[in-house]
C-alpha cells in the first residue's frame, strides 16, 4: 500500500512538473541565445494562456448584443496578427535575408530578437485586458 502511496506522488509531482510555467526570473539571467529564446518563448505562452482567460472574462463583463463584444474580438485577432511582423525583428538583423533552415537548428539572436517581439506584445495585451476587466468591475 505504501509503495502505491509513493508511486501516485511521483507520478503526481513529475505531471505537475511538466505544466509548471516558465519563471520570470529567467529575464534577469538573459545572455545566451538558447536561453534567452527559452526564458521568453514560456513566459509568452504562459501568457497566452492567461490572456485567454483574462478576454474571456473581459467578454463575460460585455452584454449581449453591445457592439463591443465584436469590437474586443477585432482587437483580439489584431493582437494575433500583429505576431507576425516580429518577423522585422529577425530579418533586420540577417540584413533583410530569411536564414535557411538546418537539420539540427540552433538558435541565433535573431531569433530572441522576434521572440521577446512576441513576449512584448502578449505582455501589452495582458495589461490592456487586465486594464479593461478593472474598469468593468468599477462601480
Same mark, same amino acid.
Given at each position: 500500500?505504501?509503495?502505491?502511496? =509513493? ?18 526570473? #529567467? &529575464? ?10 527559452? #526564458? ?10 492567461? !490572456? ?9 463583463? =460585455?452584454?449581449?448584443? !453591445? ?10 485577432? !489584431? ?6 511582423? #516580429? ?33 512584448? &506584445? ?9 486594464? &479593461? ?7
Amino acid at each position: 500500500m505504501r509503495s502505491i502511496k =509513493i508511486a501516485a506522488c511521483a507520478v503526481v509531482s513529475i505531471s505537475s512538473l511538466c505544466h509548471a510555467s516558465t519563471d520570470p526570473e #529567467c &529575464l534577469k539571467h538573459l545572455g545566451g541565445a538558447f536561453g534567452d529564446v527559452e #526564458c521568453f518563448n514560456g513566459l509568452s505562452n504562459d501568457l497566452k494562456q492567461e !490572456n485567454r482567460k483574462l478576454a474571456g472574462n473581459v467578454a463575460s463583463t =460585455i452584454p449581449k448584443g !453591445n457592439r463591443n463584444k465584436i469590437l474586443l474580438e477585432q482587437y483580439l485577432n !489584431n493582437q494575433v496578427n500583429a505576431q507576425n511582423f #516580429c518577423e522585422l525583428s529577425r530579418a533586420s538583423m540577417t540584413s533583410w535575408v530569411r536564414e535557411a533552415v538546418t537539420v539540427n537548428p540552433r538558435y541565433h539572436d535573431y531569433d530572441v530578437a522576434y521572440y521577446e517581439c512576441v513576449y512584448g &506584445l502578449l505582455a501589452q495585451e495582458n495589461k490592456f485586458l487586465k486594464s &479593461l476587466i478593472k474598469n468593468a468591475n468599477q462601480e
